[in-house]
């Protein structure tokens, strides 16, 4: 019975200074905040010292703590210092009226100046109006009036106002300095001048320490090099850098770059575009497309990728490049003087509506304006295939002028759907006239099957072998075959055959060529 009597003792007292825990925590907190608030409020009763005045006056009529101070007045009230030639001072409400060469002085690098001064010490917040300049080491706030919060440090006016941040000159009708954070918010007809570029904008945040500008809303750059709008984004006045973003384009006077996000350091001249992009030259009318791209701008070169177009402008027949991977260098030829030369790799597809390709990898040389197809390249002109080990596609007037097939040249077209005319030889030239093949010309082990065809249908078909070629073309169609060099050839009649009514290595890719501009993304 004495154990389980003590058990029950041992619970009751633990309980019991539990309970006297509690109690004492509910009744010492309340003084803690009362002491906590108690300490605050001294503190921001402190009195608004008089440290100097050449001459100090009461006059009871206006109240019983008002004091006149005229003559080099100096007064203090926590960390700010106040200056002035004259001063109404009610002690009770802690409150100064000022006059005449107004000045606030806190933290030893924050001067106010101005030609009259409301402060109330209860809120520490001060009103300064007249020549009103506010300077804060190397910024320097020109306005007509600012209201200025001394215990946060947070300046503003509404009513126009002018920085000058080193090289940068700031103005709006509405801003707002936040000194801790070095920030200016400005808002309604922003401007910034610099030696190289204007900025105008709505709204704009500006960081006077990194001299880094923000964009929030509309909003261009103008300079002698560079032109930007944008409506979210920043750019950093000092070293040159912008990351900008909504709608967002530059224009760096040798490309027009445009993109969900953009990156550009000018002075390196190096760039990144992120989605739905867009680099045009307008100089040579050429636009370039895709989700990701990198970009110098001098010496001129790009990479796009991610669904990568490369488009050249024609007002008759505008070209379309689709590959994995666009790129665009600058080079020079052997005078000197530079041209752009353009690859694409992997998965290589063409479409215009007089001459659709498809290959693995090509180039475009500006110099010579010649577009080269590598591996297993494929052209499609109105109703003829061509192939061969590579296609050089000569063009002029932004239209192909010529078309050489290297190496096992083969061109077929669709009579019907079961009979091909076909072409084959060593080397091929493919002659243009407003971007329509016209003349086919043969060069070496020449074969050919044609089938004849009159007015109530056909009449047969023709095999021959001739060192030299030439076919004439007129809508895809042959008008005229001349054979040249001890050629051989037999007339068959049409159904007779039909296993030998192709070449070796005939292979239709109808199922391969783009039908339209969409067809160069189909896989």
Known sequence: MAEINYKKNYHYFFYFRLYVLCCLILFLFPLIIYSQTTDRNKKSKKIIEIIHSDSLGQEGKISSDFRRLLGHVQLRHEDALMFCDSAHYFASIKRVIAFSKVHIKQADTLDLYGNYLLYDGNERKAVVKGNVEFIDKKTHLYTKEINYDVSNKVASYTDSGKIINEKNTLTSIIGVYYVSQKMFHFKDSVRVVNPEYVMTGDTMDYNTESGTAFFNGPSKVKGDSIYLYCEKGWYNTKKDVMRIWKKSYIDNKKQIIRGDSLFFDNISGYGQAFR?????????????????????????????TDKAVFIQVSKNDSLFLHADTISSLTALNKTGIPYRLVRAFYKCKIFSSGLQAKCDSLSYSFQDSVIRLYHKPVLWSEVNQMTSDSIAIFTKNRMADKMKLFNSAFIIALVDSI????????????????????????????????????????????????????????????????????????????????????????????KLRPKNKSDIFRK
């Not at 680099?279 to 001098?298: E, F």
């Not at 068959?492 to 192709?502: A, F, S, V």
Request: charged letters at 25%; a neutral charge; proline letters at 4%.
């Open 419 to 510: 009979r091909y005319n076909q072409i084959k030889g060593r080397n091929m030239t493919g002659y243009f006239k407003d971007n329509k093949m016209y003349k086919i010309s043969i060069e070496g082990n020449g074969e050919t099957i044609y089938f004849l065809v009159d007015k109530q249908g056909q009449v047969g078909w023709n095999k021959a072998k001739c060192s030299r070629i030439d076919i004439y073309v007129d809508n895809g169609k042959i008008m005229e075959i001349e054979e040249y060099q001890n050629p051989e050839g037999v007339l068959n009649p049409p159904w007779t055959d039909l296993d030998k009514q192709q070449l070796p290595g005939f292979s239709w890719l109808d």
């Open 276 to 304: 739905n992009i867009t680099i045009a030259d307008t100089t040579n009318q050429v636009l370039v497309q895709g989700n990701y791209a990198w970009y110098y701008k001098t010496p001129e070169r790009f990479m796009v």
